[in-house]
């Protein structure tokens, strides 16, 4: 089995899993070109498991949502999240749960999926060369409010919660049907 066809099945796996656990959710399905370098370090993660990324959209009882500012967009904030660690058999879930806590020190339960984007990656000197990939926004309901500051250096420059969304916040995905709004 090629790694393009190793990837898609992790894929199509994980994507069923998480629909089954979280329910349905509209799938933006796209396909990028990434330069070589680029796209070899993702076949080594590829190779290792590595199945792409996700984040949680968290928010507590008083309808708070919690957002982070992260060194490589200080400006910005955005959702707490990461790349799914290679070899660990948590799925894509269990790496929301995991950066969350440790970029912020909040616990949370996943509620829904927000949004699941399916990428298809090629490779720019081998248009045959591909990879699949996972980035998955989840929504989650804050089980601990308490932000630990420091709680570990994962390039997170603050943590907060916010009643009115910031003026500066990253690009949330915006599911299909909240598009047609």
Known sequence: MTLEERTREAVRTELQRLLDRYGEVEVDRQTVT????LFEAGRDLAQEGWLGD?????TDDSGRVLLI???GEPDTWGTPGGGHEPGTDDGL??????TLTEQTGVEAD????YYVRWQTVVNEADADDRLHMLSVVFEG???STDIVEGEADHGVLAATWFQNLPERLHEIPQRKSEEAE
């Open 54 to 58: 996700a984040g949680t959209w968290v």
């Open 69 to 71: 500012r992260h060194e």
């Open 110 to 113: 996943l509620d829904s999926l």
């Open 34 to 37: 990434n330069e070589p370098d």
């Open 141 to 143: 309901t804050a089980v």
């Open 93 to 98: 879930d269990g790496t929301a749960l995991r």
